[in-house]
């Protein structure tokens, strides 16, 4: 049984994965004091004592408001937290995992699908701090594997964190009565985060590199959410629940969008994720029928 050591297990993406894979995999999910990320003697130590064959690297500072506001605490662990583990996983030859992210993209100017091989320039201090992660992960372990994740969704479970998501927007929303405004000019995909942790394992296999992560999407994020409020079939109406916001990105339109095709190509099809909307209509059947 392999040994994985997930960083963030007890975060959303994390939990998940521990409680779907706990029993294919020898999972750690060491506390912040067992495993201080951001203190290369303690990462040192720990993989001595464990000896994990893949890392799964979750933890960050997300909040990008968060980093823009404290781009030293970012710094220290966006980047260098990533260039402790990455360089202890190959000194001890565990393949390294890492989450980065589509706001990566977040500077370009291109429309349609964005690809891994584009030229970026991030124009926040998070974006910025995962692109220059990509690259420590990279040089410190050239067989890792970095994940470019889009924003994900889900709904609440009992025993696991929930966040300020897509779909939990719209549960609370339907709760009480409080119309949603999204951007007319930005671009983005959206995923079930239970796509991404069916699919996750599969990525500990795939050829080093950067890979786009997650739901495809053509739409803006107004018109996503437009259609989103069709499929839950309410007798509220969308133009009074769901409110235009066409100020918000005005020197340019955000796309931050991504193509998925290397994954798909790269795994032989066994990565795939739905585009948003499909998604969202097959997370929607799986509530009708129970899901948890």
Known sequence: MQTILVTGASGFVGSRFVRRWGGAYNILAPSHGELDITDAASVERYFADNR??????????????????????????NVSGVKNLARAAALCGARFVFF??????????????????????????YARHKLEAEQVAADESPQSVILRATWMYDAPIEGLPVHANFVENFRRMLSDGTPLTFPVR???????????????????????????FGASNTLNTYETACCYFEMLETSLKCDAMIIPDAERFPDHERNISMSNDKIVQASNGDIFFNTTLDGLRIFLEKQKAGYR
Do not use: K
């Open 186 to 212: 930005e671009y983005r995909g959206i995923t079930w985060v239970g796509e991404v942790i069916e699919v996750l394992p599969r990525t500990f296999t795939l050829p080093a590199g950067v890979y786009n």
């Open 52 to 77: 994990p064959h893949v890392v799964l690297h979750l933890a960050a500072i997300s909040n990008t408001w968060q980093c823009e506001q404290n781009p030293a605490d970012s710094y220290r662990v």
């Open 100 to 125: 980065s992210s589509d706001q990566v993209y977040n500077g370009n100017l291109e429309y349609g699908l964005l690809r891994e091989d584009m030229p970026l320039s991030p124009c926040s201090v």
